[in-house]
């Protein structure tokens, strides 16, 4: 095993041990039951598939996150790579208190049956040795073939080997890192201002993402390269993550589905018990939910 990736697991197993309070013995708190907003009901789903987290970064949305996986339940967890970020870590080591509660959120979801599928991306590329191996009820894949409650066949895998620039100039990939880096500390900035303002969470960079013609081009190229190699392997659909942009597509005769990021636009993708497939924007969810409860809290208008 390398030596940095040695260091790694340890400051994050350690940091897993000690987050628990102190009270309590050492492996109580994964035994303990999932908490839960008893206001709040859960929202069932056969199948989840969420991925780029980036965790230990200060860019990824913890508590948004967090709070998405206290709200839900389902019968199997696809997490579709990047879920720790090798990458900022390698340079620095950031690992905040939510940070931790997002793993331990996971597992106890593993621990309490739901199925949890860890399928490690590039920025978590030093976990992919472990795949066809399982770690505290987490199975490790290189990829994952996802049956439909209807019978459709999803590979299911995080995206980055269709990606040119991670696959031939890697050390173009980690100068777009670094791009990328600080327009997510300009979002945080932006973020900031709205909520003293009393504003909800909105994304500039995958705003701006949107608005940028080249990055269109590049996600249509993306859509359509992993469509096709799935199609060559006899899948009717797709599922990936990487490029940070949720979307569910046909193109020919493959359904292109990928579940978003909890970096910019913190959405997942969901099955339902029928096998309906659709996108869950946890952002616009509590929005949605924070400006409802704003306005029932609001004074009614005596009338004149």
Request: glycine share 8%.
């Amino acid at each position: 095993m390398p030596v940095m990736t040695k260091k790694m697991l340890a400051r994050v197993a350690a940091l897993a041990r000690t987050s628990r309070p102190p009270e309590r013995p050492s492996a109580d708190w994964i035994a303990e039951p999932r908490h839960f907003d008893p206001r709040k009901p859960r929202l069932a789903y056969r199948t989840v598939f969420i991925s780029d987290f980036h965790l230990g970064t200060p860019g990824c949305n913890a508590e948004l996150l967090l709070d998405f996986l206290k709200s839900v339940e389902c019968e199997t967890l696809y997490l579709v790579g990047d879920i720790i970020d090798g990458w900022q870590l390698k340079k620095g080591f950031y690992w905040p208190a939510r940070h931790n509660d997002v793993v331990r959120a996971i597992l106890k979801m593993a621990k309490h049956g739901t199925r949890v599928v860890y399928i490690p991306g590039n920025h978590d590329e030093f976990l992919r040795g472990y795949t066809t191996l399982a770690f505290g009820g987490v199975e490790f894949a290189q990829e994952a073939i996802h049956v439909t409650a209807d019978g459709r066949r999803l590979l299911v895998l995080h995206g980055d080997e269709f990606d040119g620039v991670v696959l031939y100039a890697r050390w173009l990939a980690f100068l777009g890192d670094h791009a990328y880096t600080l327009l997510l500390k300009l979002n945080r900035l932006v973020n900031l201002g709205r909520k003293l303002l009393g504003l909800p969470y909105w994304s500039l960079s995958a705003h701006l993402k949107k608005k940028v013609k080249n990055a269109v081009s590049y996600i249509s190229g993306f859509e359509a390269a992993v469509a096709h190699s799935a199609a060559e392997r006899g899948a009717t659909g797709v599922v990936c993550g990487h490029i940070h942009s949720a979307a569910i597509e046909q193109i020919g005769t493959v359904t292109y589905y990928n579940d978003g990021d909890w970096v910019e636009s913190c959405t997942a993708l969901v099955e339902d018990y029928s096998g309906e497939m659709s996108i869950l924007n946890w952002a616009e969810r509590v929005r949605a939910e924070a400006m409802a409860a704003r306005r029932a809290a609001a004074p009614l208008a005596l009338p004149a």
